[in-house]
């Protein structure tokens, strides 16, 4: 009984999440949408996967290892996709709670209430989203990536703070690296990222010096693969045949930049969003608590209120006519919407952005710390958002690229409460446990909702 309440209290945010996410997984189905094609799509290259890629890299694109992987684990009975989805899932919170950790090493707050609240506040994450092309295919293309990069995230981390790194970790974390970045969106992320974190690196040891190398010719090879590969464009001019976008095929430079802002911007604020509210609220009690200046605090004011703002606003212009409570925005081209909305949205997604981005340095001292958390948030959670814009299928996609920021949100707002020690307060202990709670049941209830009316 003692050996039982022992691994309980060491694990027991990660047996949670396995009974939790694996209940859920149970009852997946996996046999519509691209599921549905993608099970079948090696036994009719008579399961010659250099055959079917070769396809893949001259009609598709240069995500050959997803694609790869995906064709594999769908070639197979689909608990084994179930199993490993959710141990993806366990991989991510794992070295989510690490990176937190590592970075805010210097906090005095208590590990065990902001352990809690990450947990609840990963929950809030809407899983049912990586259901929008099928649940085996989205998944793979995009959790499995997630898992990939927060692994060498945690691993460069690790070996920027001296930690010992054996041998099989270089093999891995080389794998994580070509794995996460052959998802065109993260290679130039991962590029970004860990050139600026091994350039801060005070002391660059001969294992920083090797993950570092890893880093940087995984995503340097993904990005001449996406440059190079003939089926990136062919693609393209497919999906706005196929989605009916040919006129974005037409759209100015600004034009495209427009439809990824706004399409971002839509999706977090067309319906009440626990995760972009409570990471505002938490700017908002994090400046007043540590400062009395009057323009500060107004700042800090602004997220949120643009937040609720636009979701009151697009709630009673689009969400009710429609009669769709979902992520959603008005159009896959913003046709409907008048364009002046279109401009102020756009307007108000960048004084978001600045705000946010003024206050996380602020409230970090304008140090390292401060520079990491937004660079996280505009190259990991943004710059995706962002270049999808510069495809067909905004309308698809943004669903899936807006995961991006949720988990940039998730890291930036686990690294201000353990900084802030906004938890050792009572009530306002109270008040994000709730909020964490509410997103969490909301989180599980959609993921629920989406089993019963597809499977």
């Not at 027991?12 to 149970?26: N, S």
């Not at 549905?36 to 070769?54: E, W």
């Not at 692994?151 to 080389?174: C, D, M, P, R, W």
């Not at 009669?323 to 919407?337: G, I, K, S």
């Amino acid at each position: 009984m003692k050996q039982m309440k022992e691994i309980w209290n060491k694990y027991y945010d990660y047996l949670i999440i396995a009974l939790i996410y694996g209940l859920l997984h149970v009852f997946m189905h996996t046999d519509y949408w691209d599921d549905a094609k993608m099970s079948t799509v090696l036994a009719s290259y008579n399961y010659n996967l250099i055959a079917y890629l070769n396809n893949v890299w001259h009609n598709w694109g240069s995500t050959i290892f997803l694609l790869g992987t995906e064709s594999v684990i769908e070639a197979l009975p689909d608990y084994i996709w179930k199993v490993l989805d959710v141990l993806m899932i366990e991989i991510i919170y794992h070295n989510l709670s690490r990176t937190v950790r590592r970075l805010t090493a210097d906090s005095p707050t208590s590990a065990f209430p902001v352990r809690i609240w990450l947990l609840l506040f990963f929950f809030c994450i809407p899983y049912s989203l990586f259901a929008s092309a099928g649940w085996m295919t989205t998944t793979i293309a995009y959790v499995w990536t997630f898992a990939a990069f927060f692994y060498i995230l945690n691993v460069f981390l690790a070996a920027s703070q001296g930690g010992e790194i054996k041998l099989h970790t270089y093999v891995i974390f080389g794998l994580a690296v070509i794995y996460c970045s052959n998802c065109n969106l993260v290679s130039a992320a991962v590029f970004v990222i860990f050139l600026y974190l091994f350039i801060i690196c005070g002391s660059k040891t001969t294992s920083l010096r090797i993950l570092f190398a890893q880093a940087m010719f995984g995503s340097i090879l993904n990005i001449i693969m996406f440059i190079i590969s003939p089926g990136n464009l062919s693609r393209n001019m497919r999906d706005a045949e196929f989605h009916d976008t040919g006129d974005m095929l037409n759209l100015s430079f600004m034009g495209h930049i427009r439809m990824g802002v706004n399409s971002a911007f839509y999706h977090f604020t067309s319906v009440p969003n626990i995760i972009l509210f409570t990471f505002c609220l938490l700017l908002i009690v994090c400046t007043f608590y540590q400062t009395k200046k009057l323009l500060v605090r107004a700042i800090s004011c602004l997220p949120l209120a643009l937040d609720l703002f636009w979701s009151g606003y697009l709630f009673f212009a689009y969400t009710i006519p429609n009669r769709t409570l979902t992520y959603t925005y008005p159009d896959a081209a913003f046709q409907v919407c008048p364009e002046g909305e279109q401009i102020l949205a756009m307007i108000c997604a960048l004084i978001m952005v600045l705000s946010i981005c003024y206050l996380l340095a602020y409230l970090t001292g304008f140090s390292t710390l401060s520079w990491f958390m937004i660079g996280c948030l505009l190259v990991l959670g943004l710059l995706p958002n962002v270049a999808l814009g510069f495809t067909t299928t905004v309308s698809a996609s943004v669903m899936r690229t807006a995961m991006f920021f949720y988990f940039s949100l998730v890291l930036c707002a686990c690294i201000l409460m353990t900084v802030h020690g906004i938890l050792r307060r009572r009530w306002w202990r109270i008040a994000f446990y709730v909020l964490g709670g509410l997103g969490m049941l909301l989180n599980i209830l959609q993921v629920i909702r989406h089993i019963m009316v597809y499977g």
